[in-house]
């Protein structure tokens, strides 16, 4: 499977509480790429609002959630793979405490661990996730990492944090992945106003340290980024 670099994500690290140029109104288009696995070449990255909720779509040019990652049999060194929208929104936005990294909604599959609210079972079904995204050098140069909360401190967390030393949060969504498209619907009062607010589209795959200890969730591959550069171009419509 091609790769995009991992230093194709550095520069989200620079978008954290900047303010955000060459932005526009609606969707970011992205020209296919033969190069890069159908089912996660982004063509087109959408959130908009639809009566009560927001809807953050991904048009890949391939089948939708048709490559997985293959099971290890264990939670340690084992991949997860994900269809992601990086955010202007503050961390705060979702339950978490403000100004943490980077808020990204990511639709993920991972075969070898569960990791729903209130201890359900989600490790066979694509699932959605809000996840809070910081670098981390350990990860690899210019590479970016879930946030993880160290032992001993109690983060703001919300209500359906799932019991992991990460950021991360574990709602139920409506979440679909039909033919050539992912899509999320998001209350939209869990939002609030979405004036202002821009976005990307990732797909990537991240990987569980083998040894269990902080950073324990690396992104490890980058397939495609919707804008080519992560400048979060996209206004939510």
């Avoid at 982004?42 to 991904?58: E, H, K, L, W, Y």
């Avoid at 955010?87 to 943490?100: H, I, M, N, R």
């Avoid at 599959?109 to 609210?117: E, G, I, K, L, N």
């Avoid at 909360?149 to 979440?175: H, R």
Wanted: charged share 15%.
């Amino acid at each position: 499977m091609t790769r995009m670099p991992l230093a194709a994500l550095a520069a989200a690290s620079l978008l954290v509480g900047a303010s955000v140029s060459a932005q526009h109104a609606g969707h970011v288009t992205s020209p296919a790429d033969e190069k890069i696995d159908a089912s996660f070449d982004i063509i087109r990255t959408d959130v908009a609002s639809a009566g009560s909720d927001i809807v953050f779509r991904v048009q890949v040019r391939g089948a939708a959630g048709a490559i997985r990652p293959r099971a290890v049999g264990q939670f340690a060194g084992s991949a997860v793979y994900s269809y992601v929208w990086p955010t202007s929104l503050d961390s705060a936005a979702v339950g978490f405490d403000a100004e943490q990294g980077i808020l990204a909604l990511a639709v993920t599959f991972h075969p070898d661990f569960d990791d729903a609210a209130y201890g359900a079972v989600n490790r066979h079904v694509w699932h959605p996730h809000w996840v809070v995204l910081v670098p981390d050098a350990a990860c690899g140069d210019g590479s970016l990492k879930v946030q993880d909360i160290p032992e001993g401190t109690t983060p703001k967390v919300p209500a359906t944090w799932p019991q992991v030393p990460l950021l991360i949060d574990s709602p139920s969504y409506p979440t679909t992945l039909e033919t050539d498209t992912v899509e999320v619907r998001v209350p939209a009062e869990v939002i609030g106003a979405t004036e202002g607010i821009s976005f990307d589209g990732v797909t990537s795959a991240l990987q569980v340290n083998a040894n269990l200890h902080a950073p324990l969730l690396c992104i490890a591959d980058v397939f495609d980024v919707a804008s080519g550069d992560l400048s979060l171009p996209g206004r939510v419509r």
